[in-house]
Antibody, heavy 131, light 110 residues
């Protein structure tokens, strides 16, 4: 089972850029569905999906509409890690940030389904936006 | 855009009792793309069920799921002390590709 670990600064100033990296160990980043995601959770609140990146095709990514334009994901398969960059942060971006693996698609009842859920998670890293 | 609503917000249950958690979608979704997670304080979420009713690896059979269309249910048949946690449903939509979480249900000890 792969293990994930987020790393990056714990404190970021407003208007600056937040950068986090998720290191994948115990297996290849080309595992599961080859899709990897970032999810965040503000203190005392629920989970918010931020974006998804793929290991192939120059790391094609999709983003939550709420962060489109500020968020960029990248992947380095040679280093077995992927990264998040969030520009122009505000206090509203303070949260625990999780990286996770999208599980491979599954088959059931004669039909097969696209990758759609998360089977491995990092422990999360708390990021605070404050001056 | 699809919105997931979970109810109740908090469920107070005694150990050994049955817990029934609801996840409702604002429009019909495929049960094949509905998952449930458990999250304990200070921890990452853990996958419980996918495809609405398929248990993930290592998940005890006291956890079960059902539903279709807009209404989905997670049932914990006999609550163990380690089951007190927050539970989230999550839906995947493919056009465009999106992952949506419900707001969560907290299961607390009565």
């Amino acid at each position: 089972q792969v293990q994930l670990q987020e790393s990056g600064p714990r404190l970021v100033k407003p208007s600056q850029t937040l950068s986090l990296t998720c290191n994948v160990s115990g297996g290849s980043i080309r595992s599961g569905s080859n899709y990897w995601v970032w999810i965040r959770q503000p203190a005392g609140q629920g989970l918010e999906w931020l974006g998804r990146i793929y290991t192939s095709g120059s790391g094609s990514a999709i983003y939550s509409p709420s962060l489109q334009g500020r968020l960029s994901l990248s992947i380095d398969t040679s280093q077995n890690h992927f990264s998040l960059t969030l520009k122009s942060v505000t206090a509203a971006d303070s949260a625990v940030y999780f990286c996770a693996r999208v599980a491979a698609g599954y088959c059931s009842g004669g039909a097969c389904y696209s990758p759609s859920f998360f089977d491995s998670w990092g422990p999360g890293t708390l990021v605070t936006v404050s001056s | 855009e699809i919105v997931l609503t979970q109810s109740p917000g908090t469920l107070s249950v005694s150990p050994g009792e049955r817990a029934t958690l609801s996840c409702r979608a604002s429009q019909s979704v495929s049960s094949s793309y509905l998952a449930w997670y458990q999250q304990k304080p200070g921890q990452a979420p853990r996958l419980l069920l996918y495809g609405a009713s398929n248990r993930a690896s290592g998940i005890p059979d006291r956890f079960s799921g059902s539903g279709s269309g807009t209404d989905f249910t997670l049932t914990i048949s006999r609550l163990e002390p380690e089951d007190f946690a927050v539970y989230y449903c999550q839906q995947y939509g493919s056009s465009p590709a999106r992952f949506i979480f419900g707001p969560g249900t907290k299961v607390e000890i009565k």
